[in-house]
């Protein structure tokens, strides 16, 4: 699968603390899932790698929603600069690193 390239608007979820959330947009959601039927840990989520400006990171996508959520965590929020709010570019593959 090919990197999937987007941008979204950053977002707080009443999941897991203290992740904010990117939405992946829904035109990625099939792929994603098609991706995923080799690489899910099961229970829906999804092994990605992203990068949201110079910082790559190991994640799981949350399902929610019919969609899924990108976890941003605190790490990345403060290496790049961004919260609550703001947009990033994200680019993510499906799989483990």
Known sequence: MDDIEFEAEIIEWRGPAPFLFAAIPDAHVGAIRYAA??????????????????????TSLFPRDGGYLLPVKVAVQKAVGVGLGDRVAVSLRVGRE
């Open 37 to 58: 039927l080799s690489e899910s840990y099961g229970w829906g989520v999804v092994p990605v790698v992203a990068r949201i400006g110079a910082s790559e990171f190991a």
